[in-house]
T-cell receptor, first 109, second 114 residues
Framework: GQNIDQPTEMTATEGAIVQINCTYQTSGFNGLFWYQQHAGEAPTFLSYNVLDGLEEKGRFSSFLSRSKGYSYLLLKELQMKDSASYLCAVRDRDYKLSFGAGTTVTVRA | IAGITQAPTSQILAAGRRMTLRCTQDMRHNAMYWYRQDLGLGLRLIHYSNTAGTTGKGEVPDGYSVSRANTDDFPLTLASAVPSQTSVYFC?????????????FGPGTRLTVL
């Protein structure tokens, strides 16, 4: 099974940077995903890491260390529309995802 | 527009009633999934199907059943609803056969069991 931990809430100022950490314990790691979910909406895909290192996509970057069971999502140049929940998910060898409880990010003006 | 649709959008149901949540995708993805999302618990996998004609149990399958008669449809049935099944239900799909890594989610069904 999977045990996935991420902070419950984070608050940051518009234009700032926020880093959301995710730690996991897994019986069969096959990739880590980050999803964004605005209130009342469906999760949408942000990033995917299967190898160690940093993946950058515009203002969003995701990092993975498989040996440490650790990932982070970095949000740069925060905008009000980035206020949302961010979900860390670990995929197993059967291609099933296990999700963390999510981190609610609030961006303040 | 390609994607995943779910019906109904929301439903209030009396305990003990039978209910089927519908999910249809037009992306020809071979794999489909049902999750429930509860406050503080995140998304939990109920059932999944890696290809038409096959299904599997996820983390919280009790009280739910699924079928996968064709590629596009993946209905979730609650045979006799209980209040603990009050939740938001999301259907998702992915293109496992094509090497796709990403699960795409439908808009969700908000179910209240009284």
């Amino acid at each position: 099974g999977q045990n996935i931990d991420q902070p419950t809430e984070m608050t940051a100022t518009e234009g700032a940077i926020v880093q959301i950490n995710c730690t996991y314990q897994t019986s069969g790691f096959n990739g880590l995903f980050w999803y964004q979910q605005h209130a009342g909406e469906a999760p949408t895909f942000l990033s995917y890491n299967v190898l160690d290192g940093l993946e950058e996509k515009g203002r969003f970057s995701s990092f993975l260390s498989r040996s440490k069971g650790y990932s982070y999502l970095l949000l740069k140049e925060l905008q009000m529309k980035d206020s949302a929940s961010y979900l860390c998910a670990v995929r197993d060898r059967d291609y099933k995802l296990s999700f963390g409880a999510g981190t609610t990010v609030t961006v303040r003006a | 527009i390609a994607g995943i649709t779910q019906a109904p959008t929301s439903q209030i149901l009396a305990a003990g009633r039978r209910m089927t949540l519908r999910c249809t995708q037009d992306m020809r993805h071979n794999a489909m999934y049902w999750y429930r999302q509860d406050l503080g618990l995140g998304l939990r996998l109920i059932h999944y199907s890696n290809t038409a004609g096959t299904t599997g149990k996820g983390e919280v399958p009790d009280g739910y059943s699924v079928s996968r008669a064709n590629t596009d449809d993946f209905p979730l049935t609650l045979a006799s609803a209980v209040p603990s099944q009050t939740s938001v239900y999301f259907c998702a799909s992915s293109d496992l056969a094509g090497g796709g890594d990403t699960q795409y989610f439908g808009p969700g069904t908000r179910l209240t069991v009284l």
